[in-house]
C-alpha cells in the first residue's frame, strides 16, 4: 500500500514562509504525480498544486500562483511546497495526495496523507 507522510507545517506571521514536505513508501513513486490540497475550517477541500511524474509540468490554484512552488525529489521520493508571502487565507489542514496526474488534479486521488496544519496569523 502506498503511504504519505506529510511535514513542515506551524505557525507563521502573515508573509512568512514554510516549506511542507511530503514522503512517500510502498510503490514506484517516480511514476506518478503528486499533489497538495487543503481544507480550511468549515470549507471543502480545494486543490493547491500539483506535478507529473518527473517535476517538469506544474499546476497551481489562481491564490497561489506567484507565492508557492512545488517540487519533488525521486531519489528521495519527497515532494515540496514552498509557501512564501502566506497569508492569514492560507490557514488550513494541507494534504499531500498521488494517483495519476488527472485524479490529482481533480481530486480524485486514490492515496492521500493524514495532513500537517499551517496556520498563518495576522
Known amino acids: 500500500q502506498v503511504h504519505l507522510v506529510e511535514s513542515g507545517g506551524g505557525l507563521v506571521q502573515a508573509g512568512g514562509s514554510l516549506r511542507l514536505s511530503c514522503a512517500a513508501s510502498?510503490?514506484?513513486?517516480?511514476?506518478?504525480?503528486m499533489g497538495w490540497f487543503r481544507q480550511a475550517p468549515g470549507k471543502e477541500r480545494e486543490f493547491v498544486s500539483a506535478t507529473n511524474w518527473n517535476g517538469a509540468s506544474t499546476f497551481y490554484a489562481d491564490s497561489v500562483k506567484g507565492r508557492f512552488t512545488i517540487s519533488r525529489d525521486n531519489a528521495k521520493n519527497t515532494v515540496y511546497l514552498q509557501m512564501n508571502s502566506l497569508k492569514p487565507e492560507d490557514t488550513a489542514v494541507y494534504y499531500c495526495?498521488?494517483?495519476?496526474?488527472?485524479?490529482?488534479?481533480?481530486?480524485?486521488?486514490?492515496?492521500w496523507g493524514q495532513g500537517t496544519q499551517v496556520t498563518v496569523s495576522s
Open positions: 510502498g510503490r514506484t513513486f517516480s511514476n506518478y504525480a
Open positions: 495526495a498521488t494517483d495519476t496526474l488527472r485524479t490529482v488534479v481533480i481530486g480524485s486521488a486514490r492515496y
